[in-house]
Every structure is written in structure tokens, then in C-alpha cells.
């Protein structure tokens, strides 16, 4: 009887483990599930809000850039081109297609139609191509803002016109071009190929990216050295002392520190006192460096903790240097753990707004920057920017940018999967 009723204890006990197993496994998946359902309704989101910002809204018209019209001659250079004024050309077009339009009021609701920088594009439609002087041509120009959310369905025109921004007749108007299929949706790739701009139709992140990247390529060339030089001398070749503990102490703090702190740090040393141009790469990326140092210090110092004492001790026994060892074999075993703290690091620095904001990087920046201390800004400051704007269509141009920054970190983040995956060894 003994014997039985131990086994039953013992079985009870397995069932009541089993039980316990069963119930913490499906805790854990439901977490993951839950995670992930957030993550796509989100991203989902993002990129609903963000579909429009890739289509733009172009109007056709046909324009006389005739030599008289333009009041230029078949010698004329280039800077007596950019001296025309393409403006007056766009809105001869508009007034020649809808003669009956003559009040004040009219012609204002008619000359909004295309964008206030269709002239701009205009003129250097003209630069690039200067046969197209001479003789009329059919462009399609960028249509207004408010005129592309209507096209694109984000301003209902159905509803009553207190209620929206485009009014009746501009709507008469639109509808007569559409007609005449003079109304067309295109790739943007405007969003992709300019820089900032005060109409949402015209804003794009060229600027932003080149902005990040030049401030990336700072902030990789500065921590990286520094910090593995940081983490080799640390793990291998430091006595162990107070002031080495310290050291380590203050490393693992710094890793906690606010990034804002290192703002005011770049605004008070860089700016204030070594007079760095405000605004510029170069000053972000020093920010940017100091703040990524701590992590990639302590993520490069697992690394080399990492590798297998025997390693060492066989270089050594063949009669190999401790710098020999170190640089030759501990070294580039641990390569793949540094590169992947690396770049997980450059992640986090990519995505940082708030030191970024202390040392001027959330001007408006129109022009791309050509160097690391050209006044830029970075996609996270571009997101910012946008998302503070009124205008509705910055709304859509937040949500495309989110997705490019996001975008640009899932490839970082899969860059350092990949390298710990090619490279690691293990012992």
C-alpha cells in the first residue's frame, strides 16, 4: 500500500509540473503573440498614414516658353534665365485655360492650383533642357497641397464647404481638369530626392538622410576605436586596483546617463567653447560618441570575456607576446561580439533626438549638406519637425519618415544578426 500510494504522490506531483510547464510555455507565446500583434498594428498604422506621402498630385499644362513670352533670345545665359519669371508663365497658363475666371478672389483660388515652388521646378526643367525655350510644351507641375488631399481622398469634398479647407469653386476648377485628364498621381520621388521645404507638397528627406548618415559616419569613426582600444586595455592588459574598478564603475553609470545630458555637455564644450559650427554633423557626431561609448565599451569587453581562456594560454605556450596574443588571436575571436554591440550601438545613436536638439540640429535646413560641417539635421529632428507642423499634409510626410527611420534601423539590427551569425565561433 506504501508502495502505491508513493506512485500516486509522485505521478500527482509530475501531472501538477507538467501542468505548471504547460501554463508557463503558453504564457510565454501568448506574450510574443500579443507583442507582435501590437508591433503590426502599429507598423500597420504607420503605414496607412504613410501610403499618400509616396504619391504626388501633378497637373498638366500646356506652357508658352516662347523667346518673346519669356522675353529672352537664342543667346541668352544662364543667369538671365533664372531671371524670368516663371510664375507669370504658370498663371498665363491657368488664366488662358479658364478665360471666365476674372474676379480677384477667383484668380486667387485659380492661381492655388499649383504649387507656389512649381515655378522653381519649372525653371529648372528649363536649365536642364534649354532646347525646350522657343515653343510651347505640355509640363506636369506639382499640384498644392491642399489640392493633392483632395485628390487623394484625405479632404472629403463631399462634405459641406464650412466644413473643408477647398472650396467650391477651386473643387469646379479640379473637376474641369480631371476631366480633361489633366490630373495625375505619380511616385513621389521628391520626398526622396529633396531637401526640406515650407510646403508639405515639396518637403522631402534627402537633407535628413544625408544629415544621418554624415553624423553616423562621425559618431562610428570616434567610438569605435576608442571604445575597443577602451575595452582590450580594460579586459586584458589593466592591473586590478580601486582606480580600475572606478573606471569600470563609472562606465557602467555612464551607460545610464540621460542623452539630453550629453546634449548640454556638446552645447556647453563643443559649441561654447571650442566655437564647432552649430548645427553640423560633425558636432552631433562627437555627441553621439560619447553617448555610444559606454555601450559599445561594456557590449566589446563581453565579447573578449568570451573567448576561452585556452586560446590565450596556447598562444602563449608557443611563445607568442601578450600583445601578440591579444592582437593576433583574442582579438579577431571576438570580432563578430564587438561588431554586433557596435552596430547595435549605431542603432541607438540614429535613433537619438534629444542631444541633438541642444547643439541646433532642429533648424530648418532647406539645402543638402555637402560635408560634416554643413548645418543639417537627422531623420529623427525631420520627424520632429514635421509632426510640430500644421499643415495637414506634414501629417503624412511624419508617418513616411517614421518608416524610412524604421526601416534604416531594422536593417542595422539584421546587419548585426547576420555578422554574429557568419562569424561566431563557438567553443
Not at 533664372?82 to 483660388?109: G, H, T
Not at 557596435?342 to 542603432?347: F, K, V
Not at 555637402?370 to 520632429?384: K, Y
Amino acid at each position: 500500500m506504501s508502495k502505491n500510494n508513493n506512485t500516486s504522490k509522485i505521478e500527482k506531483s509530475l501531472k501538477r509540473r507538467y501542468l505548471k510547464e504547460n501554463i508557463f510555455k503558453a504564457s510565454g507565446y501568448a506574450s510574443i503573440g500579443i507583442a507582435f500583434m501590437f508591433l503590426v498594428v502599429l507598423l500597420a498604422d504607420i503605414g496607412i498614414k504613410a501610403m499618400p506621402a509616396f504619391i504626388q498630385t501633378q497637373i498638366e499644362l500646356k506652357l508658352d516658353l516662347s523667346y518673346e513670352s519669356l522675353q529672352l533670345n537664342p543667346e541668352s545665359s544662364v543667369a538671365e534665365i533664372k531671371k524670368v519669371d516663371f510664375r507669370q508663365v504658370i498663371r498665363k497658363a491657368l488664366r488662358k485655360q479658364f478665360p471666365d475666371v476674372k474676379k480677384r478672389k477667383e484668380k486667387k483660388q485659380l492661381y492655388s492650383l499649383i504649387s507656389s515652388g512649381a515655378e522653381y521646378q519649372l525653371r529648372d526643367m528649363v536649365l536642364e533642357n534649354k532646347e525646350l525655350i522657343g515653343n510651347e510644351h505640355s509640363f506636369n507641375l506639382y499640384a498644392d497641397d491642399d489640392v493633392d488631399a483632395l485628390i487623394k481622398g484625405t479632404i472629403n469634398r463631399k462634405l459641406a464647404q464650412s466644413e473643408r479647407r477647398v472650396k467650391d469653386f477651386k473643387i469646379s476648377l479640379i473637376e474641369v481638369l480631371e476631366k480633361n485628364n489633366q490630373v495625375s498621381k505619380k511616385f513621389n520621388w521628391t520626398f526622396f530626392s529633396s531637401g526640406d521645404s515650407r510646403e508639405p507638397e515639396l518637403a522631402g528627406i534627402k537633407g535628413a538622410i544625408m544629415g544621418s548618415i554624415y553624423t553616423i559616419l562621425v559618431t562610428l569613426m570616434l567610438s569605435f576605436p576608442v571604445a575597443v582600444a577602451a575595452a582590450i586595455y580594460l579586459e586584458e592588459f589593466a592591473p586590478k586596483n580601486r582606480m580600475i574598478d572606478f573606471i569600470e564603475i563609472n562606465i557602467n553609470n555612464l551607460a545610464a546617463v540621460p542623452s539630453i545630458v550629453f546634449g548640454l555637455l556638446g552645447l556647453a564644450v563643443f559649441i561654447n567653447f571650442f566655437s564647432l559650427p552649430r548645427s553640423a554633423p560633425i558636432v552631433g557626431g562627437i555627441v553621439l560618441s560619447l553617448m555610444t561609448l559606454p555601450t559599445i565599451i561594456i557590449a566589446s569587453r563581453s565579447a573578449i570575456k568570451a573567448v576561452p581562456p585556452s586560446l590565450r594560454e596556447a598562444a602563449l605556450g608557443l611563445g607568442a607576446s601578450k600583445m601578440q596574443t591579444v592582437f593576433h588571436h583574442v582579438f579577431p575571436a571576438a570580432l563578430p561580439g564587438i561588431l554586433t554591440g557596435t552596430i547595435i550601438g549605431m542603432a541607438q545613436a540614429l535613433g537619438e533626438t534629444a542631444p541633438l536638439l541642444m547643439i541646433g540640429m532642429v533648424a530648418f535646413i532647406v539645402d543638402i549638406p555637402q560635408t560634416i560641417v554643413d548645418p543639417a539635421t537627422v531623420l529623427p529632428i525631420q520627424v520632429f519637425l514635421w509632426a510640430d507642423s500644421p499643415e495637414r499634409g506634414f501629417l503624412e510626410k511624419t508617418s513616411a519618415a517614421i518608416l524610412v527611420l524604421i526601416g534604416f534601423l531594422i536593417i542595422m539590427n539584421a546587419l548585426a544578426i547576420y555578422l554574429r551569425k557568419k562569424f561566431e565561433k563557438k567553443w
